[in-house]
């Protein structure tokens, strides 16, 4: 008999090819991933590369964790790929292979073992100087503490992975910072701002494969607009976001865009059509294992009993969400479920039971802002505002540069010069119109307050003038915005920057600082005068007719205002922050603080100190 045929040996290019391409596939259609990297599996195994099999492992276990497949063997297969990894002294791939462990220990809330091995991938791959790893492992580092609740360090870890994302020209990891980014603003009552940025991240990830992070974004807009009441441009992109998620086999981003299409139809007052749509979305979330999801699901399932009266049954899913959301220390899930359920209890009678539930919520959203910064929240907030503003006017400067040349060209050309130096005007104008002036309320911007306020700072100090600034934060105002739209909390600030404008003398600047607080400048003014001037204000904003603005406004709007400045001849311009507050009250910490030693952020700290004692002082008060 002859012998039995040689087997071919398996090139290992041909092995590396296909890890590629699953690669490449994973969030396009993960179920045609998982199957080239079954192949390269077999293939690997076959010529013993020991390599390829890790690189198929752990692309095999990331693609089943995506379809919502049996955890255990993913599990397995990346315990697999990570020891041989390891062997091999692959740190890269340890560090991708220790990424996905991170994602799977969150994914299950074992928030500590995520963590641990968050920074490990990161550690690995800045060593290895991988800067488009660096910005996965940020990005990831800054979901899990916003999980946590620890929003501070969730939005510093995002804004550095955009920041990679940025300087290595990567839009895809961009996308990724941008639609994270988006969520935590949305979170933070900042609408305007998670919308300009899923706009972004759309764009960005458009140039790309990732079919997965596009349904994703496209699920985000689409709340957005259902938040904002405008159901017409919501319908389409949740249409489209479930598609994609259907077409690329992510369990997870077809139940996000079910609870978002349920969310429409409740919001159309569809109650019927969003049920079996909200049952689908559960059935996915408890597949996966995904509390917090299942959270949101069942607090969205419960208004539809609540819509028929049914509190009995909306009780039984509220209860049902709260113990996810518990399970997963979702706080600001809990804290909503505690007053929802409030709510019922009092419409059903049982005080003692709303009153239960009501103090539940309020211990909730204490421990919400024990683990939050608010003050270093809105700091990091207007620092990523500044930075935009002066991305924007440098584009707009380099547009003017070559808008010049193309004039000199023509005119060198003989070609059309008025058409030219037409637009060039137009940019001119723009550009100032930028570098000036808030888009919304028409006051000054945060950019043009910082510099007026460095400005009028040095001038007083050398001429010894007196100078007083004072922050205004509107009260409340997150539940204007909530409670009744963005548009109307739009009308709201161009109401109070009208009355702040109208209040104040043409010499003071007056501008918007970010979100809902803004700024006056108030030159040659003393302490006493600017608080006396300031409870003016308070009062005007207090006994102005808000139900003109919005019927919803008729409870009325109030500001809190904090005072700080110096009289005429005092040295240096760092007030004494023209106050009677107490030593306990002078040690509160201030995100402007005047790290750097200048006169304008040491009296810009100490009015943000003064409205941060009139915050929690009750509100609708000026301190100074």
Not at 77 to 85: F, N, P, V
Request: aromatic share 2%; net charge neutral; with cysteine.
């Amino acid at each position: 008999m002859p012998p039995p045929p040689a087997t071919e040996p398996v090139p290992s290019g041909r092995v590396e090819a296909l890890n590629r391409r699953a690669h490449a596939l994973r969030h396009s259609d993960a179920r045609r991933a998982l199957a080239l990297c079954r192949q390269a599996q077999a293939l690997a195994l076959q010529a013993d590369n020991q390599r390829g099999l890790a690189y198929a492992l752990l692309r095999g276990s990331i693609c089943q964790s995506i379809l919502g497949e049996d955890p255990a063997a993913a599990d397995a297969q990346l315990a697999q790929a990570l020891g041989l990894l390891r062997s091999l002294g692959d740190a890269t791939g340890e560090a991708a292979a220790l990424n996905h462990q991170g994602n799977l220990h969150r994914d299950r809330l074992a928030h500590d073992a995520a963590l641990d091995c968050y920074r490990l991938s990161l550690a690995l791959r800045r060593a290895a100087g991988d800067r488009q790893g660096e910005a996965a492992s940020l990005n990831n580092l800054g979901l899990l503490y916003r999980d946590l609740g620890q929003l501070p360090e969730a939005l510093e870890q995002l804004d550095a992975s955009h920041r990679v994302a940025e300087a290595i020209g990567d839009p895809l990891a961009a996308a990724y910072a941008l639609t994270n980014l988006a969520s935590l603003l949305d979170q933070l009552g900042e609408q305007p701002a998670a919308l300009e940025h899923l706009d972004q991240a759309l764009v960005q990830v458009r140039r790309s494969d990732d079919r997965a992070l596009e349904s994703t974004v496209l699920t985000h807009l689409g709340r957005l607009h259902t938040d904002a009441g405008d159901p017409q441009r919501a319908l389409p992109l949740l249409r489209q976001a479930f598609d994609l998620a259907q077409a690329t086999g992510n369990q997870q981003d077809q139940a996000l865009a079910l609870l978002a299409l349920g969310l429409l139809q409740q919001a159309l007052g569809a109650h019927d059509d969003a049920a079996p749509l909200l049952a689908d979305a559960l059935q996915r979330a408890l597949h996966r294992g995904d509390r917090t999801l299942a959270a949101q699901v069942q607090l969205a399932d419960a208004r539809t009993p609540e819509a028929r009266g049914d509190t009995a049954a909306a009780r039984a899913r509220l209860a049902e969400a709260l113990g996810h959301a518990q399970a997963a220390r979702a706080e600001p899930l809990v804290a909503a479920a505690h007053e929802r359920l409030s709510q019922l209890h009092e419409a059903d009678g049982d005080l003692a039971a709303a009153l239960r539930h009501l103090r539940a919520s309020q211990a909730s959203a204490q421990r919400l802002r024990e683990g939050s910064s608010q003050r270093r929240i809105r700091a990091l907030l207007q620092r990523r505002a500044l930075a935009g503003a002066e991305q924007a006017t440098a584009a707009e400067r380099q547009r003017n540069a070559e808008l010049a040349r193309a004039l000199a060209d023509a005119q060198r050309a003989g070609q059309d010069r008025e058409q030219l130096l037409a637009e060039l005007q137009a940019q001119a104008a723009l550009l100032q119109q930028l570098a000036r002036e808030d888009g919304l309320t028409g006051l000054a911007n945060r950019r043009w307050l910082d510099l007026q306020l460095q400005r009028e700072t040095e001038r007083a100090r050398r001429f010894g003038h007196p100078l007083a600034v004072a922050l205004v934060d509107i009260d409340h105002f997150k539940a204007v915005n909530d409670r009744l739209s963005h548009p109307v909390g739009d009308a709201a600030l161009r109401a109070v920057a009208r009355l702040l404008r109208a209040g104040c003398r043409a010499s003071d600047v007056v501008g918007r600082y970010g979100g809902e607080e803004f700024l006056l400048l108030l030159v040659e003014t003393d302490p006493a005068q600017a608080r006396a001037l300031c409870e003016k204000l308070r009062a005007r904003i207090a006994a102005h007719d808000w139900a003109a603005v919005h019927p919803g406004l008729h409870g009325g709007l109030t500001v809190s205002i904090g005072v700080a400045g110096f009289s005429a001849g005092q040295a240096g311009g760092l007030p004494a922050c023209s106050t009677s507050d107490n030593a306990a009250d002078n040690t509160a910490p201030g995100p402007l603080g005047a790290a750097d030693g200048t006169p304008d952020s040491g009296l810009l700290a100490a009015a943000d100190q003064q409205l941060y004692r009139a915050k929690h002082g009750g509100r609708n008060r000026v301190c100074g």
